[in-house]
């Protein structure tokens, strides 16, 4: 059949068929069309509603960072004066009670700061705008470091503190060692507020290592109150303790571990936490550190081998101890043996001795249970058999008369556990009488630095205040200016070692006075180290001081610690002449030897240590000291006449203190003894004192004068 | 150009002419024809089949495309009376052209190139409509305009003393309204 066969009205009502459904399709198109437009639009609005609502978001952000930066920048101004404040007042004249209320302000003040600290980082790291540094660092030393900052905490608990760094593991790091510490420091430091009794040991191993990297694994284990298996994950969580319980016990915010549970996440690693309730916890985190292709200053020094027929004996009651001990001895190619009681030790000693075989070095813990250290110390020297032995005494710096024992034993060296490898190794080589440290300054050395010719630029007076007096206090010649206008005309007029650079100061800002200083200085050549003291505690506060020319970074309040770490750091590499002068008194130009039996009248070594090595420095203390004397003589003999026992106490009180200061501790007795008087109001008894102390004073003047002029050379 | 052009096109062609006048403009001008609403195509088929109108007439371009203007109104009111039934007057209805009728047009047409006029308002039995577009299809636009005042029952005079064709800016429709029945 084909369709010309068809008629024309069968077409025709195909045709109209056909266009009826195309219209009708056409038209159900154009409401889906339509349909689709309105479900599109509305989309976009919502789009635009949600993009708005995130940028408000995200603005707010902004605001809240912002304001909590200078929420801490306001809050650190006056904690900085609160505590530099009760610092310098600490120093002064007060009684027991005053002296304990103070230190309790201190001790608070800190605690605020770090919580402050906290705060600021968490909210750093919760914005991502926390950065890591990377720089070289020896991982012993600076671990080292931060358990000795816990020590003091850990010991007044009773608690044993140890750290044991596996012989395996590099030691230079490439990695942010100041947030490492910060890790060690709040997981250590949760450890010991949980416990009440045992121990708290960090032991650090390297589970894999490339040429490049090495994946460190660190644990922390406590003997304390455990956390219940429910709560292991969640305690990483913000503001999480174990129970609301716990909180209301140890107190806390709990942000510790949220931080340290990013910051090991920022560091690639994993952290974690395992525990038996009752038994104690450990925690657990990895940190991948790229190997450090030069030494860092702080390293230790090479592996050190001792001598094969070196015999040491180690006497720790704690387990953990004696195997760290034992292994560091080991390692250094020493025999070590170890026993736990004074009794196995003495009898170690003794069949040692008789099987010719004499041991010649003993490490040992201080306190003990039953027969301590002080025991040990005693029988030995009591022995003449076994009076070749050199003892290395490990305290816990709790008892302040331990050190004074020490002394009085003989005892080579005394250290403050946790004992770090470096300090070990340079006691040991004292004892043996081994050169086994490297020609190298070693920190502690560094701080003793010579006086410096010091600009401060501040324009707080209180501020002002607390700067002068720390630096005072340390022997530098200190002038101030009070905006960066005077600091550019002070640096204009004056040489100057070394600038303390305020940041923000009316008339000119410490950036823009460091801009002035450092372009002038294109054309002298000079250079002056300047150093940033400044509130803000952002990082890119201190990218903006080292971009305007400045060459360190302090963080107000200022700390004594800090300000002169960061101040010898720089002395040492920015003024080569500086670093490069050897203290007079390390010029081995020994001739008399000074006096150090027991009463003796003063104790050179101390004095030279107050003055910090620095024997020019010495000299004007003792200058000092002999005007101080004469006057406050005067109004010692005034107050005794005028009944005055106050004004008798705190004359008597401040000639002690720098009596003590530079080692004359027998004439100091004297003058403790009015200073006793005066408290007392027994002025009765206050002339025979008094003579007592001119009695002891007369000789030491006469030694004092010699030394100025030139007839003690102290070595 | 939107393929509902060429319908409403065919739709008048074919009820004027006959289907057969259709099929003989597609094949004077070569074009294949099969045009759907939603599509869009040269606008150089629309002015060919304009031309072969115009041709078989004796008339203008404009001419034709007036008349298809004109054709076209009655034909859109009944596909979408809700446009016209709200208003009694031309005047009122093509000042809703700009905000209501060419934004729908916009929804259903994606694409499509509506012209937007320039209402001068000040007069109210007038109105002057600035129309600028590339197409250049003022023809049209008079056509519409002459369409709905059928539909409103109404008559409408239209001067041009503007057209972009004679080289202006914009081509100027003044349209003066009166009820039909006034006379």
Redesign the interface.
Known sequence: MTSAMEPHAAWQKRYERERKARLEAEAIAEKSTRELYELIQNLKKAAAELRQAKEAAQAASVAKGNFLANMSHEIRTPMNAIIGMTELVLDTELTDTQHEYLAMVREAGNSLLSLLNDTLDFSKIEAGKLELDSDVFGLRERLGDAMKSMAFRAHGKGLELAYHVHSEVPDALLGDASRLRQIVVNLVGNAIKFTTQGEVVLDVACTSQTDATADIHFTVTDTGIGIPANKLESIFDSFEQADMSTTRQFGGTGLGLAISSRLVELMGGRIWAESEPGRGSGFHFTVKFSLAAERPSEAQPPQTVFPHDVRALIVDDNATNRLILNEMLSNWGMQATSVATVAEGLAALRAAYDARQPIHLVITDCHMPGEDGFDLAEKINRNSQLADIQLIMLTSGSEPDDIRRCEQLGVVAHLLKPVKQSELLDAIGLALGLQVTEAEMPLEEARKLGALRILLAEDSIVNQKLALGLLQKHGHDVTVANNGKQAVAAIDGECFDLVLMDIQMPEMDGLEATAVVRAKEMKSGRHVPIIALTAHAMAEDRERCLKAGMDGYVSKPIRARELFDTIAALIATEVPAQSGKTPPAMQGQATTEPATSADALIHWTVALQTAQGNQDFLKELVQLLLEESARLFVEIHAAIKEQDAKTLQRAAHTLKSSLKALGASSVAQAAERLETIGRENRLSDANAAASLLHQRFDPLKIELLAFLAGETTIA | MKGVVFNLLEEIVTLHYGLSAWDELLEKTQLEGAY???GSYPDTDFWKLVAAAAAAKGKSDDEIVRWFGRGALPLLAKRYPHFLTPHTHTRAFLLTLNDIIHP?VR????GADVPVFDFDISTPDSLAIGYKSARKLCAFAEGMIEGAAVHYGERVEITQPQCMKHGDEQCLLICSFQSATQR
């Open positions: 759907t609403s939603l729908e929804k259903i047409y994606p």
